[in-house]
C-alpha cells in the first residue's frame, strides 16, 4: 500500500506542498532511506558516502528533490512511494561515485535496489490508531513532544535523546511511561485496545513516523 492510500486530504496537502503533510511524508520514510543509502555505501565501498554527516546529506537532497513541485504533482499515488524515494537515492549515490571518477559501468548492478530485506513501501498502519495518535499528541505539552520526536520517531537512544533534551535519564524513563500509559488510555477510550493489553515501545514507534 501506500501512505496516501484513504487519506485524501494528505495527498491534496501533499501536492499543494503544506509543510505539515510533507513532514509527514518525510518521517514515514527518512528511518527507511537512511539505511538504504548506508547500504548503497557499503555495496559500493565507498565507506566516505556512509559516514553520518554524508548520509545526512544525501538525505536532505533526495527529499529536496522528491518534495520539487514538479515531482509532487507528477506523482501517481496509486504506486508505493518508497521506491520511488530509493530510486531517487540510488541515482544521486551514483552521480556522487561518478564525481569521484569511479567506473561505473560494472557497479551499478551491484547496488541494491532496496528490495531485499525492506519492506516494498510503508508499513500497514490502522488510520484509526494514527487518527488516535495524532490527537494524542495534539494535547501534549512541548516537552513530551520532544522525548516522542526523539525516542519514538528518530530513534535515539536514551542516552542521545538525554543530550538532546537535557534531562536526566530517570526523568527520560518517566516521560516514556507518561506517553506510553496515555496512549494507552486514547487506544482504549476509543475502542481499539482492551483494557487489559498493554501499550510497548514498539507500539508507539510503529506509528509514530506515520504522524508526528
Known amino acids: 500500500m501506500t501512505i496516501f492510500q484513504g487519506q485524501p486530504q494528505l495527498l491534496d496537502a501533499f501536492r499543494r506542498g503544506d509543510r505539515w503533510a510533507l513532514e509527514q511524508v518525510y518521517r514515514a520514510h527518512v528511518r527507511m532511506l537512511d539505511g538504504y543509502l548506508r547500504s548503497l555505501a557499503r555495496a559500493g565501498n565507498a565507506r566516505e558516502l556512509g559516514l553520518s554527516s554524508s548520509v545526512a546529506d544525501a538525505l536532505q537532497e533526495v527529499f529536496i528533490r522528491a518534495f520539487a513541485q514538479t515531482a509532487r504533482s507528477a506523482y501517481d499515488d496509486t504506486r508505493p512511494y518508497a521506491p520511488y524515494l530509493r530510486r531517487i537515492a540510488k541515482n544521486l549515490f ?22 531485499d530485506g525492506m519492506p516494498s513501501d510503508e508499513p500497514a498502519v490502522d488510520p484509526r490508531v494514527t487518527s488516535v495518535l495524532s490527537a494524542y499528541l495534539s494535547t501534549l505539552p512541548p516537552p513530551l513532544l520532544g522525548v516522542y520526536e526523539q525516542r519514538f520517531v528518530l530513534g535515539n537512544s536514551q542516552e542521545s535523546a538525554c543530550s538532546a533534551l537535557g534531562v536526566t535519564r530517570r526523568r527520560l524513563r518517566t516521560d516514556e511511561e507518561r506517553l506510553k500509559s496515555g496512549l494507552r488510555r486514547a487506544l482504549v477510550t476509543n475502542g481499539i485496545l482492551r ?13 509514530g513516523s506515520h504522524v508526528f
Not at 561518478?98 to 557497479?107: I, N, S, T, W, Y
Open 195 to 207: 483494557g487489559d493489553l498493554s501499550v510497548g515501545v514498539g507500539v508507539v514507534r510503529s506509528v
Open 94 to 115: 551514483i552521480d556522487q561515485l561518478r564525481a569521484q571518477g569511479r567506473d561505473m559501468e560494472q557497479l551499478v548492478d551491484t547496488l541494491p535496489d532496496g528490495s
